[in-house]
């Protein structure tokens, strides 16, 4: 009876032991793969987009882009210097750039090629003069149904 007892001891504590290593392997594992995520994407993410700010106002100018692309259309260069315009008549305010995108196309992708076309804008308003601290750019935006795609494939820009 005294060695069935010891045996049936020595199969709980191995069975108690291998889980208690599965599940350290299981949380080290998790750990493991948060922490390479959040050490690459902080630093991409930072670099792109600023805290939340919120819109005032009606957009200054819309610039519209064609499914799938970031490239500038052609009006961009009369747009911007709307934007130039506004800003040196109001020195103290910020510009704001929201970029937006329909429903075509997988979101990730989607949210690639809003911030795409937010960042070309920011580049060509920084090659017209627009001092780099006084851009800011907003998260890429979903615009859900109701309208035209092509309305939602667009980047706005506020002066605030």
Known sequence: MQED??????????????IALVIGLVIGLASY????????????VAAVEA????EVGEPLIKLYFDSGKADLPANAAEEVAKVVAKLQEEPAKLVLISGYHDETGGAAVN??????RA????DVLI?????????????????LGGGEA??????????Q
Do not use: C, M, S
Request: without cysteine.
């Open 5 to 18: 007892d010891d045996n049936q001891n020595l199969v709980l504590g191995i069975l108690f032991g291998v």
């Open 33 to 44: 793969v948060t922490g390479q995520t959040r050490e690459a994407a902080p630093a991409a």
């Open 51 to 54: 805290p939340e700010i919120a």
């Open 111 to 116: 949210a690639e090629v809003a911030k795409a």
């Open 119 to 122: 960042l070309a804008v920011k």
């Open 127 to 143: 090659a017209a003069g627009i001092p780099a601290d006084k851009v800011n750019l907003r998260k890429p935006a979903i615009t």
């Open 150 to 159: 092509a309305e939602a494939r667009r980047v706005e820009v506020r002066v």
